[in-house]
Each structure stands twice: as C-alpha cells, then as structure tokens.
Nanobody, 117 residues
Framework: EVQLVESGGGLVQAGGSLRLSCAAS????????IGWFRQAPGRDREGVAC????????HYTDSVKGRFTISSDNAKNTVYLQMNSLEPEDTAVYYC??????????WGQGTHVTVSS
C-alpha cells in the first residue's frame, strides 16, 4: 500500500521558515518522482516543487524559486521542502504526491501552513 505522510506544517510569521517532511512507503522510493503541491483557500491546487531521482533534477514553480528547496534522504525514504522567507501568500495546505514525470498518482493527506503578516 502506497503511503505518503506529511508533517512539519504550522503557524509562522512572514519572513520565517518551515521545513515540511514527506515520509513515503509502499513503492520504490528512488524510482518515482515526488513533488509538493499546495492549495490555498478558494484556489486551485498548484504544483510547488518536484524532485526526479533518476537524474537528480529539481523543479520549482516561479513564485517559490530562490525561497523553497526540495531535497531527499533516500535512506529514510523522505522528501523535504525547506521553505524560507515565507509570505502570507504561501498560506495553504501542502501535499506531497508521487508519480511519473511529477504527475501525481498518489497523494498524502496534507499539512497546513499558515503565514501571518
């Protein structure tokens, strides 16, 4: 059974940092790209970042480039999203998802991030 479990969300002031974790199980971890997505209230879910293990590449949406970093600890089957210089616009439920070509096939349950101004 594929499982993706996010943690690390919370409340932070603008300019602060958070690190999200996504613990994965039930599939071959380093064969499948894993990404972070978010959904803000009243908005569509959007892709934030993705890591492709086969070539080591990482991809980011423009709004988080230079502020967010996706990384992994393959020994722990865990993907991280380090979020720095957080802005109120980053407030959302953050989900990790696994799937080929960074297209989600499996989703986690989400973790809430709230950035206060």
């Amino acid at each position: 059974e594929v499982q993706l479990v996010e943690s690390g969300g919370g409340l932070v002031q603008a300019g602060g940092s958070l690190r999200l974790s996504c613990a994965a199980s039930g599939f071959t971890f380093d064969d499948t790209p894993i990404g972070w997505f978010r959904q803000a209230p009243g908005r569509d879910r959007e892709g934030v970042a993705c890591i492709v293990f086969s070539d080591g590449s990482t991809h980011y949406t423009d709004s988080v480039k230079g502020r967010f970093t996706i990384s992994s600890d393959n020994a722990k089957n865990t993907v991280y999203l380090q979020m720095n210089s957080l802005e109120p616009e980053d407030t959302a439920v953050y989900y990790c998802a696994a799937g080929r070509n960074c297209v989600p096939a499996f989703w986690g349950q989400g973790t809430h991030v709230t950035v206060s101004s």
